[in-house]
């Protein structure tokens, strides 16, 4: 079970960090990510994070995310500094089974959490 919190509401240049608590199994072993969908748009990747901490960004947010994850309480984490309006979106943790996020599936997923940056 994955349980994300630390979303809300931010003005542009402010920061958030997401948290994604995980229960049921040991995550460190799979490629974990947060993805993101705001209203009218296709879900995207933000960050990826294999089993052997290789992280992935897209040039979108490249530079302003950073994904990191706490193996002593199972939790992934999400920095979002420099938030933009267009970083206004849905985000969700999701993990896939394979260790090394290459064209994952995303077997399991959180229930999301909301994030709004006003400019």
């Known amino acids: 079970q994955l349980v994300e919190s630390g979303g809300g509401s931010v003005q542009a240049g402010g920061s958030l960090r997401l948290s994604c608590a995980a229960s049921g199994d040991s995550y460190r072993r799979y490629c974990m990510g947060w993805l993101r969908q705001a209203p009218g748009k296709e879900r995207e990747a933000v960050a990826t994070?294999?089993?052997?901490?290789?992280?992935t960004y897209p040039d979108s947010v490249k530079g302003r995310f950073t994904i990191s994850r706490d193996d002593a309480d199972n939790t992934l984490y999400l920095q979002m500094n420099n938030l933009e309006p267009g970083d206004t979106a849905t985000y969700y943790c999701?993990?896939?089974?394979?260790?090394?996020?290459?064209?994952?599936?995303?077997?399991?997923w959180g229930q999301g959490t909301q994030v709004t940056v006003s400019s």
């Open positions: 999701a993990a896939d089974t394979s260790r090394w996020c290459v064209l994952p599936t995303w077997n399991n």
């Open positions: 994070i294999n089993a052997y901490d290789v992280t």
